[in-house]
């Protein structure tokens, strides 16, 4: 009897110590935090914090997938539990935010320890909540003060914690205080990414493509613009820019998207905004609440940044395809490659330009145009000087010139300006 109990206790230890070894397995695998996505960024930080646990995550930026670099343990938040609401509730916030500025420690009352790192709450989804209040720090302690357990509503680290973050941490680098932090295994951490960025996406290409139905659909009724303009006429500017723009491209690049347990959704990115004549680049944060099953966007900032100036490459391929449809005598796609204020070295304009090019295209069925010696010099972040020898030849005519072209655009439109023409 004895042999059997002591054999089945064995079998019941082996059990429960596969099962206790398959379980941390599984979480093994669940190393990717939830609330952090990224597309095409090789850099940056990303500070997790978790209420329920007292607990914070650095979250590296990797070119391939975020990855926890550090976990602090043993933090303080507010006294009183849930999201915050209004000022003196002593309660710490819930949401997306953003660094401020590093306070250093020989500027602080001691009970802020080794230094200081000002959020920017209430964020624009707290404030279109009406949450107020303000003084939200990420900060250190009074060590000399050990009957200390809670905050008012700040998150504070131990100070060689907050030593630590002060090296690592700068202006603009987001906050995601969260009451519980979810790590998920690869697929399910790829999954919610490619969720989370066709929000992105979706309002990206709807005001590309000039989709205002479905822009007013992804906005919130509150919603305000950069220049504090609301819903409708933020709606009214962009259909006026739209109906005077021939083309859009809007791209947005170094995309980081971050969540908070399930109200928000904000995106952080570089947004680049190429039309006719335009050629723009700047940081976008756009903020998105949850509303029932939907998101909707509430709020945006843009900070202009220097243009990228356009690719010398893009340059040389549309010289290649207005080469292709001249020798092809495509003059639909041939027209095509000017500009609306086209003139030529005879100063005619497009329409006459174009009539002049179909009588020629009529007459001269087999000729052949090459170039050589392409140089490509850019005159601003839009506009380019293209350069290159030009042989004709044709069974009625021939020739060999130098020819100039002042080609404008950006992203993948670019148009013939100006083009003119001197015989070798």
């Given at each position: 009897?004895?042999?059997?109990?002591?054999?089945?206790?064995?079998?019941?230890?082996?059990?429960?110590?596969?099962?206790?070894?398959?379980?941390?397995?599984?979480?093994?695998?669940?190393?990717?935090?939830?609330?952090?996505?990224?597309?095409?960024?090789?850099?940056?930080?990303?500070?997790?914090?978790?209420?329920?646990?007292?607990?914070?995550?650095?979250?590296?930026?990797?070119?391939?997938?975020?990855?926890?670099?550090?976990?602090?343990?043993?933090?303080?938040?507010?006294?009183?539990?849930?999201?915050?609401?209004?000022?003196?509730?002593?309660?710490?916030?819930?949401?997306?935010?953003?660094?401020?500025?590093?306070?250093?420690?020989?500027?602080?009352?001691?009970?802020?320890?080794?230094?200081?790192?000002?959020?920017?709450?209430?964020?624009?989804?707290?404030?279109?909540?009406?949450?107020?209040?303000?003084?939200?720090?990420?900060?250190?302690?009074?060590?000399?003060?050990?009957?200390?357990?809670?905050?008012?509503?700040?998150?504070?680290?131990?100070?060689?914690?907050?030593?630590?973050?002060?090296?690592?941490?700068?202006?603009?680098?987001?906050?995601?205080?969260?009451?519980?932090?979810?790590?998920?295994?690869?697929?399910?951490?790829?999954?919610?990414?490619?969720?989370?960025?066709?929000?992105?996406?979706?309002?990206?290409?709807?005001?590309?493509?000039?989709?205002?139905?479905?822009?007013?659909?992804?906005?919130?009724?509150?919603?305000?613009?950069?220049?504090?303009?609301?819903?409708?006429?933020?709606?009214?500017?962009?259909?006026?820019?739209?109906?005077v723009q021939g083309w859009r491209e809007i791209d947005a690049d170094k995309v980081v998207a971050l969540k908070d347990s399930d109200e928000q959704v904000v995106f952080d990115f570089e947004q680049s905004y190429c039309a006719t004549h335009i050629n723009s680049r700047g940081r976008k944060r756009l903020y998105f609440r949850r509303d029932g099953k939907d998101f909707r966007l509430v709020s945006e900032k843009y900070t202009a940044l220097p243009a990228r100036p356009a690719d010398p490459e893009k340059v040389r391929r549309f010289i290649q395809h207005w080469l292709g449809a001249w020798n092809r005598r495509d003059l639909g796609a041939y027209i095509a490659s000017y500009a609306d204020d086209?003139?030529?070295?005879?100063?005619?304009?497009?329409?006459?330009?174009?009539?002049?090019?179909?009588?020629?295209?009529?007459?001269?069925?087999?000729?052949?145009?090459?170039?050589?010696?392409?140089?490509?010099?850019?005159?601003?972040?839009?506009?380019?000087?293209?350069?290159?020898?030009?042989?004709?030849?044709?069974?009625?005519?021939?020739?060999?010139?130098?020819?100039?072209?002042?080609?404008?655009?950006?992203?993948?439109?670019?148009?013939?300006?100006?083009?003119?023409?001197?015989?070798?």
């Amino acid at each position: 009897m004895k042999a059997i109990r002591t054999t089945l206790t064995g079998l019941l230890m082996a059990g429960a110590l596969q099962t206790s070894a398959a379980q941390a397995s599984v979480d093994m695998q669940k190393t990717y935090p939830a609330h952090v996505f990224t597309r095409n960024v090789d850099k940056g930080e990303v500070l997790l914090v978790e209420k329920t646990s007292k607990t914070a995550y650095l979250v590296d930026l990797d070119p391939k997938l975020p990855r926890t670099a550090r976990r602090f343990d043993h933090l303080m938040v507010g006294e009183n539990a849930g999201r915050k609401q209004k000022q003196g509730d002593k309660r710490t916030p819930e949401g997306v935010y953003e660094v401020q500025t590093f306070l250093p420690e020989q500027a602080l009352d001691r009970r802020y320890g080794s230094g200081a790192f000002p959020l920017d709450y209430p964020n624009p989804i707290d404030r279109l909540a009406g949450r107020n209040g303000g003084g939200i720090w990420l900060h250190g302690r009074d060590d000399a003060d050990k009957a200390k357990w809670a905050t008012h509503g700040c998150v504070a680290f131990n100070n060689q914690d907050i030593r630590a973050l002060s090296n690592v941490l700068s202006a603009d680098t987001p906050v995601v205080i969260a009451s519980r932090v979810e790590f998920v295994d690869r697929q399910h951490y790829k999954a919610e990414r490619t969720r989370v960025m066709r929000l992105l996406d979706d309002f990206i290409n709807a005001w590309q493509d000039g989709d205002f139905k479905r822009l007013d659909r992804l906005l919130d009724p509150r919603f305000r613009g950069v220049g504090g303009l609301d819903k409708q006429a933020w709606l009214a500017r962009k259909a006026r820019i739209h109906a005077v723009q021939g083309w859009r491209e809007i791209d947005a690049d170094k995309v980081v998207a971050l969540k908070d347990s399930d109200e928000q959704v904000v995106f952080d990115f570089e947004q680049s905004y190429c039309a006719t004549h335009i050629n723009s680049r700047g940081r976008k944060r756009l903020y998105f609440r949850r509303d029932g099953k939907d998101f909707r966007l509430v709020s945006e900032k843009y900070t202009a940044l220097p243009a990228r100036p356009a690719d010398p490459e893009k340059v040389r391929r549309f010289i290649q395809h207005w080469l292709g449809a001249w020798n092809r005598r495509d003059l639909g796609a041939y027209i095509a490659s000017y500009a609306d204020d086209f003139r030529d070295t005879r100063h005619r304009d497009l329409k006459r330009f174009r009539e002049y090019k179909a009588g020629i295209f009529r007459s001269r069925p087999e000729q052949r145009v090459r170039i050589e010696d392409l140089r490509i010099e850019p005159l601003d972040a839009s506009r380019f000087r293209v350069r290159f020898v030009q042989h004709y030849s044709s069974r009625e005519y021939n020739d060999t010139g130098r020819k100039t072209l002042i080609v404008s655009g950006c992203g993948n439109h670019f148009r013939i300006e100006r083009e003119t023409w001197n015989k070798l």
